[in-house]
């Protein structure tokens, strides 16, 4: 690693804190938060709960003008952590601001994890062309090795011990191909198979009765069908070949995987980082739509397949441990 | 709440329901206008049957529909060829939609001034819808009669030959609250009160549908905010909701979305709208037997 001076640079930077213990993620996040609030800018804080309370002990008053969230129920999919960022930056047009985003801590299960390292990879391209200075926390203490290495490998800059030097090991592709992995299947799962617009009504049907036997609510039988016909939906205009569905309970979810013959563009799928506001709209804001709704979703892509698998709670499900 | 559905046959509706069918055999829309017609006979109401031939062979039509021919009253039954029917923009084939409503609304007096209970009408209605221009118009009067059957004793059923229209004929078929089961994916059709209902589901194969209708029919409602009830959409994907929201922006006018808890509010709630908002039905949809469809 090579030292640099920490400067306010301009467009996005993302850095990541490797943090040991309370008292230097305080003096680090704080302080970074406290910069950002006297030069002006609009803060978003999203870290775990008990993280956001030791923020808000040492911000004291300050804490007020922050937007504070809590990581672990707005990120507990982090393809919806793009949404949540975007729409904080879309808020203050003409304004740099500063995220402090922890989506990654001891605990994180080993399949949201993946989507985790995506999405600090994919980050970089998404919020390029964005007047953002985003702050990731790695808990140094308790995180393994490979974990720090994945942020070593997604995060240009890296912070720790009071200092911040340019990452040696920066490679986000690298990151992107090692976590597109390939996802379980369910052979029990059900399937319908969608070949043309015009059989979206009926995938939708077919989801609604599927939901109805999980004994879905009203709401959650809306967003099955919401999940269903937008995956199906982006893979009809993506490929313009079929698309499997397929629907399986798995730990307390439904599962929706659509299964089909094409690749996105850059043999990677980066949510959106903002809401889609007209009728014609690039060919990822279904997966804007889906991203929104579900718990989790999961994506492999090859040169010749693209699997998603969106996770939708059945219920109450309990937090990822800390 | 009007009654609205998908049905199977053109039998039930009454005393009255505006019903759009698509048919690609004659003797299908024959058989719906021979059982539209015999509920209008049980209700005494004065009836016309129109189309492109002439009255000769219009009336032979009646004559061998089952029930129709032989049955008292049947005499009564008018047939008109459909440009004597149609008010026409002068030098046209296409219909001027607002004298054509000025039109049946006259016939409508004229009949209950007569005894009649109302004034029902069997119409082919593909002369008056082959070119664009033509269906352009034939929305908009489809949509302003919907309006006075809405709270008047008048219907039709308007019927499309699919054969000739092709996809072409839905874009008709869904301004009716009644359709066939395969005339269209959503229908939009008048509420009392409100600027308009929609009903049945929109996605991605139908989008393009019901951006079209959607430019047809705004005009023709001016309500500042436009109330749409969707509480009995089933369906409407994130495109068809930007494109709403986008139009309202382009056109400076506010859309309140009438819903319940199903997906329209739902994606409403997902995407960053600017025009639209979304409201509770003012009836609870929920509500044993509230807003049910009759599906005759």
């Known amino acids: 690693m090579s030292k640099t001076r920490c400067t306010e640079p301009s467009g996005f930077t993302h850095s990541a804190l490797f943090y040991r213990g309370a008292q230097d993620y305080v003096d680090a996040v704080a302080g970074f938060v406290i910069d950002g609030l006297g030069l002006g800018q609009p803060v978003l804080v999203a870290v775990p709960q008990d993280n956001l309370a030791l923020l808000r002990d040492a911000l004291g008053d300050a804490a007020a003008e922050v937007t504070m969230a809590d990581m672990t129920e707005v990120g507990r999919n982090p393809g919806r952590v793009f949404g949540l960022f975007g729409a904080f930056v879309g808020k203050h047009p003409g304004r740099r601001v500063r995220i402090v985003g922890e989506c990654i801590w001891p605990g994180r299960s080993a399949e949201r994890y993946p989507a985790c390292v995506k999405h600090e990879a994919s980050a970089n391209k998404a919020f390029g062309s964005r007047e953002l200075m985003a702050l990731c926390p790695y808990d140094a203490e308790r995180l393994d090795d490979d974990t720090l290495a994945d942020a070593r490998l997604t995060h240009p800059l890296v912070w720790q011990a009071g200092s911040v030097d340019h990452s040696g090991e920066y490679a986000p592709d690298v990151a992107l191909a090692r976590y597109n992995q390939p996802l379980p299947y369910n052979p029990g799962a059900i399937s319908y198979t969608v070949r043309k617009l015009a059989d979206l009504s009926g995938a939708r049907s077919f989801a609604s009765r599927y939901a109805g036997w999980h004994g879905l609510s009203r709401e959650g039988i809306a967003d099955l069908q919401l999940i269903a016909t937008e995956l199906a939906t982006n893979s009809l205009r993506r490929t313009g070949g079929a698309c499997r569905l397929a629907f399986w309970p798995h730990n307390g979810h439904l599962v929706c995987e659509a299964r089909d013959r094409g690749r996105f563009e850059n043999g990677s799928v980066t949510p959106r980082v903002t809401s889609p506001v007209t009728p014609h709209p690039p060919i990822d804001s279904e997966l804007f739509v889906v991203n929104a709704i579900a718990d989790l979703v999961r994506t492999h892509v090859t040169a010749g397949a693209t699997t998603i698998q969106a996770y939708l709670r059945l219920g109450q499900v309990p937090a990822e441990a800390r | ?296």
């Open chain 2, 1 to 296: 709440m009007r009654k609205q559905g998908v049905v199977a046959s053109a039998a039930g509706l009454v005393p009255f329901g505006h019903l759009g069918w698509g048919f690609r055999d004659r003797t299908d829309f024959l058989a719906r206008a021979a059982e539209y017609l015999a509920d209008g006979l049980e209700q005494n109401q004065l009836m016309a049957y129109i189309g492109n031939k002439s009255r000769e062979a219009l009336q032979a039509e009646l004559a061998e529909m089952p029930g129709i021919g032989d049955r008292p009253g049947s005499a009564g039954i008018q047939v008109i060829h459909v440009e004597e029917h149609y008010v026409f923009r002068p030098g046209s084939n296409v219909i001027d939609a607002e004298r054509c409503v000025t039109k049946y609304l006259w016939c409508a007096e004229q009949a209950i001034a007569n005894g009649y209970t109302g004034l029902r009408a069997v119409s082919d209605v593909t002369p008056v819808a082959r070119t664009p221009e033509q269906r352009h118009a034939l929305a908009a009067l489809e949509y302003l009669v919907d309006q006075k059957m809405a709270v008047l004793p008048v219907s039709a059923l308007c019927a499309y030959d699919t054969s000739e229209l092709g996809p072409a004929a839905a874009e008709l078929i869904c301004l009716h609250p009644f359709a066939a089961t395969n005339g269209s994916a959503f229908r939009l059709y008048a509420e009392p009160g409100l600027g308009f209902a929609l009903t049945g589901e929109i996605d991605a194969a139908s989008d393009e549908l019901f951006i079209t209708t959607l430019r047809r029919v705004w005009p023709l409602v001016t309500d500042d905010p436009l109330v749409i009830d969707v509480h009995r959409l089933e369906f409407i994907s994130h495109q068809a909701l930007l494109a709403l929201d986008q139009h309202a922006r382009a056109v400076g006018r506010r859309v309140v979305l009438r819903a319940g808890r199903g997906v329209p509010a739902r994606l409403a709630d997902l995407l960053d709208l600017t025009n639209v908002r979304v409201e509770p039905p003012v009836e609870d949809p929920d509500a044993p037997g509230a807003g049910s469809a009759p599906a005759p």
